[in-house]
């Protein structure tokens, strides 16, 4: 069936969309993912499909995995592949409402990556309804912390991913509407400072500040930064009492390199950070990391598949290397052939201007429509 011919609606769908962006669900807070995932498992059901709702570990919300029905439901298929979680808090909504203006739509997650995530079940229901028959079987596995590297899921994507013949990710398109092929690999890290404690109004003298220090590390770190290896610190909390010199503060960083060996690099020089003086303590310790995902044979052999579906749609898509981690740095990292950026066309991911073209639910629709009945 041409994917041209499907009844995609972008008005119904953004009416639909609507809902999974006013359900905010950043990723810390895992009753507001769980919410999410309650809207998501319904549309799911309604759609056919067989859902398992899968307890979140460490303080994370539930993933759902969603198997549509197929005449060889055994054989290795499509992982269809996205995340509810966002990095915006409980409160986004009054700064960030949903609304529309002319083509774009706004709202918190919208871009990265409901809309996305949403275009992709469409494309399953359109096909659904038109009585077409994958060659391969679909499931849509859909997790809850990827914004903040997926600490909790990577174990559960891998053994998804290893039982599956492709992997398709709709995360945002490029911004040329192009897709991924490779992402850079990314570290983070915990970042600890220890000082000492004393009056800060009648005798500063006596502590030494943990923020001080922090501060201090924060200008080293990210003046490490280089062509092949960025630095960044994003987080930092510390003290407690605006009249204690800090004894603790604690924060988070990130590094991303294109090449594996440069991250490597970057991890060594980072863990080999040192306090400012005997009188404070700095500490350093590796979070989560991504490896690098290059392309290969099998990713840009379903690149081409893509294309051709692009094509016959009447686009040309590119193919990109690219940063901002996501979930197919470990399904591309294992071999399994994955196709990222596959989601809605838009910009300002992670801003208070996050949105998405309203046209591209349908263009981006009917490329996933394609490949799914194209994949063999």
Not at 21 to 45: G, H
Not at 258 to 284: C, H, I, T, W, Y
Not at 285 to 294: A, D, F, I, S
Request: charged content about 20%; hydrophobic content about 40%; glycine content about 12%.
């Amino acid at each position: 069936m041409d994917p041209n011919a499907l009844p995609f609606d972008a008005d119904a769908m953004l009416a639909g969309l609507r809902a999974w962006v006013e359900c905010e669900s950043p990723t810390y807070d895992a009753a507001a993912v769980n919410r999410m995932m309650d809207i998501a498992c319904r549309a799911l059901v309604l759609s056919g499909a067989r859902i398992e709702r899968i307890a979140g570990t460490g303080g994370f919300g539930d993933c759902l995995r969603a198997s549509f029905p197929h005449l060889e439901p055994h054989i290795p298929g499509i992982l269809v592949m996205g995340h509810l979680d966002t990095v915006h808090p409980i409160g986004t909504l009054t700064s960030l409402p949903f609304r529309r203006d002319g083509n774009l739509a706004f709202g918190p997650g919208i871009l990265d990556m409901k809309g996305g995530t949403y275009l992709a079940l469409e494309a399953i229901r359109q096909l659904q309804r038109a009585g077409v028959h994958t060659n391969l079987p679909v499931t849509v596995l859909l997790t809850s912390d990827e914004e903040v590297g997926s600490p909790s899921t990577r174990d559960l994507i891998e053994a998804e991913a290893s039982r599956h013949a492709y992997v398709l990710i709709p995360e945002p398109a490029r911004p040329d509407g192009g897709v991924v092929t490779g992402r850079y690999a990314i570290a983070r890290f915990n970042l600890e400072a220890t000082g000492r404690p004393s009056h800060a109004g009648s005798s500063p003298g006596a502590g030494r500040s943990a923020i001080r220090e922090m501060a201090r590390k924060l200008i080293e770190i990210e003046d490490m930064t280089t062509a092949s290896c960025t630095f960044s610190v994003g987080r930092i909390h510390g003290g407690q009492w605006v009249n204690c010199v800090s004894t603790t503060c604690i924060g988070e960083a990130l590094s991303m390199a294109r090449r594996q060996e440069d991250l490597d690099r970057g991890v060594a020089a980072m863990l080999d950070l040192r306090p400012s003086s005997n009188e404070v303590q700095f500490k350093v310790t590796r979070g989560v990391t991504r490896p690098v995902w290059e392309p290969d044979a099998g990713g840009m052999a379903l690149y081409e598949t893509a294309r051709q579906v692009g094509r016959a749609l009447g686009a040309d898509i590119s193919a990109h290397s690219a940063g901002g981690g996501s979930d197919g740095n470990f399904t591309g990292a294992m071999g399994v052939p994955t196709l990222d950026g596959l989601g809605a066309a838009g910009a300002g991911a992670h801003t208070l201007n996050e949105h998405i073209e309203i046209d591209s639910l349908v263009g981006r629709g009917r490329l996933m429509a394609g490949l799914l009945m194209e994949l063999v």
